[in-house]
């Protein structure tokens, strides 16, 4: 009877010293994935900038997607409560920023090194549900005064990831 008390013990102390770390490696896998997709949404912004002419209407305009994969809460993965584009959830938007959070962890942003302003039509595009998400950026504009025009793609367009 002692021994079943003593190994009962030994296994609760040994689950809480270990869910800590595991909660830590979720967090960090998350944070990780996310950096990987503003590091996407950063360089498919410069290439058009650097690469590419304005136009002055968007149908004409040269065009990246990005596929942005937030992940469902799981053992290996926290879910993020948001990752906003152009600024943070409620905010002006036509922020050079990507802001995100994990559920109870404070929000982070990340500035993206464009040589062009960036405008989001409607505010910042927030994705919050879990799954792939595609966001647009077109270069639209006076080919001497470009901006990055930033939008969700509705769920039931074509995706193609960059």
Not at 14 to 24: G, L, Q, S, Y
Request: net charge positive; no cysteine; charged share 20%.
């Amino acid at each position: 009877m002692i021994r079943l008390v003593v190994a009962a013990a030994l296994t609760v102390a040994t689950f809480a010293a270990v869910v800590p770390a595991v909660d830590d490696a979720r967090a960090t896998r998350t944070d990780a994935t996310i950096e990987r997709a503003v590091d996407r949404i950063d360089r498919a912004g410069r290439s058009l900038a650097t690469t590419e002419d304005a136009t002055p209407t968007r149908e004409r305009a040269a065009t990246r997607r990005i596929t942005v994969r937030l992940p469902r809460a799981s053992l290996t993965a926290a879910q993020p409560a948001f990752v906003a584009i152009g600024g943070r959830p409620g905010g002006p938007g036509n922020r050079s920023a990507v802001t995100f959070a994990l559920a109870e962890s404070p929000t982070r942003l990340r500035g993206l090194s464009l040589p062009v302003p960036v405008r989001t039509p409607a505010g910042p595009v927030v994705l919050r549900e879990p799954g792939r998400r595609s966001v647009s950026l077109a270069l639209v504009g006076a080919v001497e005064r470009p901006t990055l025009v930033v939008t969700r793609r509705p769920p039931g367009a074509s995706v193609a990831a960059t």
